[in-house]
């Protein structure tokens, strides 16, 4: 490790005032008489090596800039300068140990909406904190010993729509010990637009009363209102603007950018007078079979068969004058006969034409046991 004096020879510095903080940290020094006398002692140092400086011009000019520097170190002014500092430090590290947090809260089985804020020092124990939420809210059930509070990241803003918070439905959360300081839950403070606790009742489960009167309104609305409800439809806007309620599996799809097929003006090549034997490309349709072979460009090539341009004639003449272009037609025949690039070739065509397509490449994936599952499929 370097030296005092080595550290002091080394820097470039024209004056110890502008290396007071540095040598500070370096050394780990705790006071503002420790500080001066780590500096005399290391200038008093540099100043005997550099003494017989008769033949030696550089020698002497560090001689006397160690001299001038340890006159420095001794003044009132050098001291005032040290003794700055360290205040600054013990400041800061005040502030740091003891912050007061904004707390957003909300107790469990309520909307978003009605989250609150509790002031607290972060050097308080959390049962202090169950108190201060207790006093704030004393319509909640039970005394603040009987709150179990959950410590979450729930984000909120005025384009996230107004919904019933639950416990048991946010898997991120860590239970709050009354004994623990309440820093150590937010060693990194607390972030704006988010729900940082959730309160929990010990008695009748706030969970419970909600399911409880859930159930007792379900019994007044239609099968369809009740289906959209236990399964949590939401808005969505379409790219039309329109604004449409639909199930989260189907949003998530939408809102995925796994699988986006290549802009259409790629495929426009496709709506030519494509022939018999001719090789043509196909851009990325978001997805491939697993045995389709693809280029670095995730291109695939095709020999353009007459059972591909006939059946695309059928589709074609069978869609016209169809506005939603609805057309059934299942591929069926032995591994091996070509019905995936047939499917494949389809559908592209399908999408240079600008109609809708759901293009699923290997529908297997889409047969598993929950349905929650088969949508992230």
């Given at each position: 490790?370097?030296?005092?004096?080595?550290?002091?020879?080394?820097?470039?510095?024209?004056?110890?005032?502008?290396?007071?903080?540095?040598?500070?940290?370096?050394?780990?020094?705790?006071?503002?008489?420790?500080?001066?006398?780590?500096?005399?002692?290391?200038?008093?140092?540099?100043?005997?090596?550099?003494?017989?400086?008769?033949?030696?011009?550089?020698?002497?000019?560090?001689?006397?800039?160690?001299?001038?520097?340890?006159?420095?170190?001794?003044?009132?002014?050098?001291?005032?300068?040290?003794?700055?500092?360290?205040?600054?430090?013990?400041?800061?590290?005040?502030?740091?140990?003891?912050?007061?947090?904004?707390?957003?809260?909300?107790?469990?089985?309520?909307?978003?909406?009605?989250?609150?804020?509790?002031?607290?020092?972060?050097?308080?124990?959390?049962?202090?904190?169950?108190?201060?939420?207790?006093?704030?809210?004393?319509?909640?059930?039970?005394?603040?010993?009987?709150?179990?509070?959950?410590?979450?990241?729930?984000?909120?803003?005025?384009?996230?729509?107004?919904?019933?918070?639950?416990?048991?439905?946010?898997?991120?959360?860590?239970?709050?010990?009354?004994?623990?300081?309440?820093?150590?839950?937010?060693?990194?403070?607390?972030?704006?637009?988010?729900?940082?606790?959730?309160?929990?009742?010990?008695?009748?489960?706030?969970?419970?009363?909600?399911?409880?009167?859930?159930?007792?309104?379900?019994?007044?609305?239609?099968?369809?209102?009740?289906?959209?409800?236990?399964?949590?439809?939401?808005?969505?806007?379409?790219?039309?603007?329109?604004?449409?309620?639909?199930?989260?599996?189907?949003?998530?799809?939408?809102?995925?950018?796994?699988?986006?097929?290549?802009?259409?003006?790629?495929?426009?090549?496709?709506?030519?007078?494509?022939?018999?034997?001719?090789?043509?490309?196909?851009?990325?349709?978001?997805?491939?079979?697993?045995?389709?072979?693809?280029?670095?460009?995730?291109?695939?090539?095709?020999?353009?068969?007459?059972?591909?341009?006939?059946?695309?004639?059928?589709?074609?003449?069978?869609?016209?004058?169809?506005?939603?272009r609805l057309y059934k037609r299942v591929l069926a025949g032995p591994m091996g006969v070509g019905k995936t690039y047939l499917s494949y070739f389809l559908a592209a065509r399908a999408y240079a034409e600008g109609w809708s397509i759901l293009y699923i490449a290997d529908a297997e994936k889409l047969d598993t046991k929950t349905e929650e599952r088969s949508a992230k499929e």
């Open positions: 490790m370097t030296s005092k004096a080595e550290f002091l020879r080394d820097t470039k510095a024209s004056e110890p005032y502008h290396i007071i903080e540095r040598f500070t940290q370096v050394f780990e020094i705790k006071s503002v008489e420790e500080l001066i006398r780590a500096f005399s002692t290391a200038l008093e140092e540099l100043i005997a090596t550099t003494y017989n400086t008769k033949n030696d011009c550089g020698q002497s000019q560090q001689h006397k800039r160690y001299t001038r520097w340890k006159e420095v170190v001794e003044t009132t002014t050098f001291r005032a300068a040290c003794a700055k500092l360290f205040s600054k430090k013990v400041a800061a590290e005040a502030s740091a140990f003891e912050t007061t947090l904004d707390l957003c809260c909300i107790v469990s089985g309520q909307l978003a909406s009605t989250a609150f804020t509790v002031d607290i020092s972060s050097t308080l124990a959390v049962a202090k904190l169950k108190e201060r939420i207790k006093e704030k809210m004393p319509s909640i059930v039970g005394g603040a010993n009987d709150l179990k509070l959950f410590r979450v990241a729930i984000p909120t803003s005025k384009d996230i729509p107004d919904k019933i918070i639950l416990a048991k439905d946010i898997e991120d959360k860590q239970v709050m010990m009354g004994g623990v300081a309440i820093s150590d839950y937010f060693e990194d403070g607390t972030s704006v637009n988010t729900i940082h606790i959730i309160i929990k009742s010990n008695e009748e489960s706030l969970d419970q009363i909600h399911k409880r009167k859930l159930e007792k309104y379900l019994q007044y609305v239609s099968a369809t209102k009740r289906t959209r409800i236990l399964e949590g439809w939401r808005e969505y806007k379409a790219v039309d603007g329109n604004t449409v309620e639909l199930p989260p599996q189907w949003i998530r799809i939408l809102d995925s950018t796994y699988c986006i097929p290549a802009a259409r003006t790629k495929f426009a090549h496709l709506k030519t007078d494509l022939q018999v034997g001719t090789e043509i490309d196909i851009p990325s349709m978001g997805q491939a079979p697993k045995e389709m072979r693809l280029d670095s460009q995730r291109v695939c090539k095709l020999l353009v068969t007459k059972q591909m341009l006939d059946i695309w004639k059928e589709i074609r003449d069978g869609a016209d004058g169809n506005e939603n």
